[in-house]
């Protein structure tokens, strides 16, 4: 790899972890001369096909030179939460029984949620999908802060910077043409949206509608506008680019960028003798796999430090940053006292206010393959025909085949009755795949036969923001304590709870229409299927509701560190990203967000982190 470790180690900013919030903005600055070391706990992966073939989206959160597990509970009631059969139990170091009647001696450990230890963190193993956000988000921020850069017609030009190093392109709509049935599920769910009533009129309305991109910005009623749309990607060519990829080509331009992989952050030095404490610099641990989320982790690492002239910035994700905080003595002093940890400002809103989205799948069976992933082996083996064609074809006109996509081939766009603003607040993905959330092992069975189709839900706008991270011990190795505190256990003002709830029994219902409108378009000849998730017992709107608690999961944690107001006692950072009560520390990730940001979040971060480089850069 091009990128490597250099040994010097004074710096004017050093940026912890190098995802979707740090990987851009060491890259800005560095870009504006500064010299900066990007410390990643991670290493870089270049070479590796999971990380560049988007239908390895899935495989590749498999990947033990990648992945971190973190296990998390979405109730505090164990016996609630060992209701979804997700719930895992540790049998072994990094070995695990799902679902009910663990082995005895079992330790019950939580729903898994992956996350990345890698150069570009989660971005490099994601889903690929981006989705940029809403004006009103923005404008949220504009109007708690009274900051008005945070304003959606001023973050626009941030959508711009992101879109000068990161490629978008959607799947091919000729690689989707190819599979009549995967076009006669695809034409059932654009029907619910509206296109098409006859077989015909639908089909060349789906065509059409695979060309609509939800991003649009010429579309003044974009974010409330509803359909059946294409889904954009991050990738070149039908391969994946990402944050990664950005990285690497800034230090091969020769900016002053340092990157530092193999090294985790172990807390933030300060410089104590002022009347404000102001950060100096790191300390961390050499290492490969140190953080025991990693199954390879097991080495102690070698100690080091690394001092920051200007300034230090955190931006290790919703997990993370909360952690090093308060290892750092940054967070509720409550906790940090009972650990024995020094305090450096009492923050008490460090690793509250956690959010998330809500997900919920109707998945069924067909008869017969869906012809598209006919020789997709998805194991990057030779006999891996569909890894064999993305690999020597061009990419046009599907040539490429189904490793070109990630899998998820349309979407239903989608305002809730339940929404709580103009927004749409519901995407309803498609695609000819086995998912149904996140345990040990998920991955293979998403893709173990090629018979499954899912409708899955994706929530935006979620109003519970109970979620909170807090330290399991002083041992930066290892995991923190994450509860979510899903639904009636968590916000439940302004029945908080119920609206979330009811909009996402809404989906599950319009999933199933989907699937009673496939019959209409049986002259494409797609053969039958039968409901696995959640079954045909499961029919009431109570017992859809009971389905969606048991089972729902997230994958976009954040607001765990939110910016607010100066007499908002639970603010973590002000409207420029510096915490609260020390000087030269700010956060620039998902956890800065006061409340959960659009549909998808990589986007949201990717504006912040050109946003944070700006106002470090400009003032
Ligand atoms: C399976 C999955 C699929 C997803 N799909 C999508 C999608 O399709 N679209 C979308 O918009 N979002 C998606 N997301 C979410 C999105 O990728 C993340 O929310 C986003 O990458 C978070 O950015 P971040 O900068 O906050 O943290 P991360 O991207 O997680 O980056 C944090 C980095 O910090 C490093 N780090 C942490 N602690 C330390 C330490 N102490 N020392 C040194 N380094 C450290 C980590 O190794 C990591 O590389 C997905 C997430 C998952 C888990």
Not at 220 to 234: H, K, N
Not at 334 to 341: C, S, T
Not at 344 to 368: A, W
Not at 399 to 422: I, K, W
Request: aromatic share 8%; charged share 20%; hydrophobic share 35%.
């Amino acid at each position: 790899s091009p990128v490597t470790a250099r040994d010097q180690l004074e710096y004017e900013y050093i940026v912890v972890g190098s995802g979707a919030g740090g990987g851009p903005l060491a890259c800005r600055l560095a870009m504006a001369g500064h010299k900066t070391l990007l410390i990643e706990a991670g290493n870089d992966q270049n070479r590796n096909l999971n990380i560049t073939v988007p239908a390895y989206q899935a495989i590749v959160s498999n990947d033990p030179k990648i992945r971190w597990d973190m296990f998390v509970n979405h109730y505090q009631d164990q016996t609630r939460a060992m209701r979804d059969p997700k719930y895992v139990y540790e049998v072994a170091p990094y070995q695990y029984h799902v679902g009910p009647d663990p082995p005895s001696g079992a330790k019950p450990l939580g729903i898994l949620y992956p996350r990345a230890g890698t150069l570009g963190g989660c971005v490099t193993h994601n889903a690929l999908i981006l989705i940029t956000p809403h004006a009103s988000d923005w404008d949220g921020i504009a109007s708690i802060t009274g900051d008005n850069s945070w304003a959606a017609t001023n973050m626009n030009q941030y959508l711009d910077k992101v879109y000068e190093w990161l490629p978008v392109e959607p799947t091919d709509p000729t690689i989707l043409l190819s599979d009549l049935k995967l076009v006669q599920q695809l034409a059932s769910g654009a029907a619910v949206m509206g296109v098409g009533p006859d077989p015909l009129a639908a089909v060349i309305g789906l065509a059409n509608t695979l060309l609509n991109d939800p991003n649009s910005r010429l579309n003044p009623t974009r974010d409330s506008t509803q359909g059946f749309f294409q889904i954009p990607l991050i990738m070149k060519n039908g391969a994946r680019t990402a944050v990664r990829d950005h990285i690497d080509a800034t230090v091969q331009a020769g900016y002053p960028l340092t990157v530092r992989e193999n090294c985790h952050v172990t807390n933030i030095t300060f410089d104590t003798s002022g009347s404000t404490p102001k950060a100096t610099g790191v300390n961390y641990l050499d290492g490969s796999y140190l953080y025991r989320a990693s199954p390879l982790s097991g080495g102690q690492g070698t100690p080091g430090s690394a001092t920051a002239s200007k300034e230090v910035i955190i931006s290790g994700g919703a997990y993370n940053t909360p952690q090093l905080l308060k290892l750092s003595g940054i967070g509720p002093s409550a906790e940090l006292n009972n650990l024995n940890i020094p305090v450096v400002v009492d923050l008490p809103g460090v690793g509250t206010n956690m959010q998330d989205r809500y997900e919920i799948p109707v998945n069924v069976k067909h008869g017969s393959d869906f012809v598209v992933l006919n020789g997709c082996t998805f194991d990057e083996k030779p006999h891996d025909e569909c890894l064999t064609r993305w690999e020597n074809n061009p990419y046009v006109l599907a040539a490429r085949g189904a490793y070109a996509t990630n899998g998820l081939a349309g979407t239903m766009v989608v305002r809730s009755n339940y929404a709580s603003t103009t927004d749409v607040d519901m995407f309803i993905f498609g695609g000819p795949v086995d998912f149904t959330g996140y345990y040990p092992g998920w991955a293979d069975a998403a893709v173990a036969d090629h018979k499954h189709w899912s409708w899955y839900t994706l929530k935006a706008h979620t109003r519970n923001r109970a979620g909170t991270v807090q330290l399991r011990s002083t041992d930066p190795l290892d995991t923190p304590i994450i509860n979510f505190n899903y639904f009636d256990t968590g916000t439940t003002a302004g029945r908080a709870d119920t609206l979330d709830l009811d909009a996402m029994i809404q989906a599950v219902n319009m999933s199933r229409e989907a699937l009673r409108r496939y019959s209409n378009y049986a002259i494409l000849g797609g053969d039958a299927f039968i409901e696995e998730e959640p079954g045909l017992a499961v029919q009431s709107d109570e017992d859809i509701g009971q389905y969606i608690k048991d089972r729902a999961w997230g994958h976009h944690a954040s607001c765990s560190a939110p910016i607010g107001v100066d007499n908002d006692p639970n603010a973590v950072l002000d409207s420029q990203f510096r915490v609260r009560g020390v000087q030269n520390l700010r956060v620039v990730d998902a956890s800065v967000f006061p409340r959960i940001p659009g549909v998808f979040i990589q986007a949201p971060i990717m504006m912040v982190s050109e946003k944070a480089a700006d106002v470090i850069l400009n003032g």
